[in-house]
Nanobody, 126 residues
Framework: VRVAESGGGLVQAGGSLRISCAAS????????MGWFRQAPGKEREGISC????????NYAQAVKGRFTVSRDNAGKTAYLQMSNLEPEDTAVYYCAARPTFVATMCYMTSKEMYFWGRGTQVTVSS
């Protein structure tokens, strides 16, 4: 599975942005998808995930209530809608995929993910 993020950019604090993760694999829908980010000088952290059937999601406390994860299995794309952005959200955002037999499983730690994109930069100005 090859995944590629898009949609990053510069946004003012309080604004919104949607980033996408397109997968090349025709069996995208057997992969749980996760979103991660890495800010300068910090370790990469898991921020959200969505199960392969889309029914189960999870969020890190730092983004809960502001970010929404979703997926379109027909379009082989996952999304992260980010609202009420803060300067602390500035980071490189990565999506990752993990094949799983369990349709409702969701993974949000780096070591559990198999395939990674190259990341997209999100910068939030104050």
């Amino acid at each position: 599975v090859r995944v590629a993020e898009s949609g990053g950019g510069l946004v003012q604090a309080g604004g919104s942005l949607r980033i996408s993760c397109a997968a090349s694999e025709t069996i995208f829908n057997i992969n749980a998808m996760g979103w991660f980010r890495q800010a300068p000088g910090k370790e990469r952290e898991g921020i959200s995930c969505v199960s392969r059937n889309g029914t189960n999601t999870n969020y890190a406390q730092a983004v809960k209530g502001r970010f929404t994860v979703s997926r379109d299995n027909a379009g082989k794309t996952a999304y992260l809608q980010m609202s009420n952005l803060e300067p602390e959200d500035t980071a490189v955002y990565y999506c990752a995929a993990r094949p799983t037999f369990v349709a409702t499983m969701c993974y949000m730690t780096s070591k559990e993910m198999y395939f990674w994109g190259r990341g997209t930069q999100v910068t939030v100005s104050s």
